[in-house]
């Protein structure tokens, strides 16, 4: 069983930085993705970065391409998204997620708020 843990988030000024980590207690080789979302006030959920971990692959939403950066630890079991140059846009609630390669994200965090003011 996975459970992941998210630290890090908190209220930064337009333009600053935040490093958010998840820590997976669960994780084995068989996580075959992990992935950060945020949901934004009033919308849904939206995916972030997410990361292949057998090999460190990312990929990352248009909206934060150059900004943003997630790696994950020699041990794999903790994510990190390194936020750069934040904008009041990126607030919302962000929740890491593991992925056993079936697709379905069937492993979450409870989410941790960054708030961005302008």
């Known amino acids: 069983q996975e459970r992941l843990v998210e630290s890090g988030g908190g209220s930064v000024q337009a333009g600053g930085s935040l490093r958010l980590a998840c820590e997976n207690s669960?994780?084995?080789?068989?996580?075959?993705?992990m992935a950060w979302f945020r949901q934004r006030p009033g919308q849904g959920r939206d995916g972030v970065a997410s990361i292949k971990t057998a090999n460190g692959l990312t990929y990352y939403a248009d909206s934060v391409k150059g900004r943003f950066t997630a790696s994950q630890d020699n041990g794999k079991n903790t994510l990190h998204l390194q936020m750069n140059s934040l904008k009041p846009e990126d607030t919302g609630l962000y929740s890491c997620?593991?992925?056993?390669?079936?697709?379905?994200?069937?492993?979450w965090g409870q989410g941790i708020q960054v708030a961005v003011s302008s």
């Open positions: 669960g994780y084995t080789s068989s996580t075959y993705y």
């Open positions: 997620a593991a992925d056993r390669g079936d697709g379905l994200w069937s492993y």
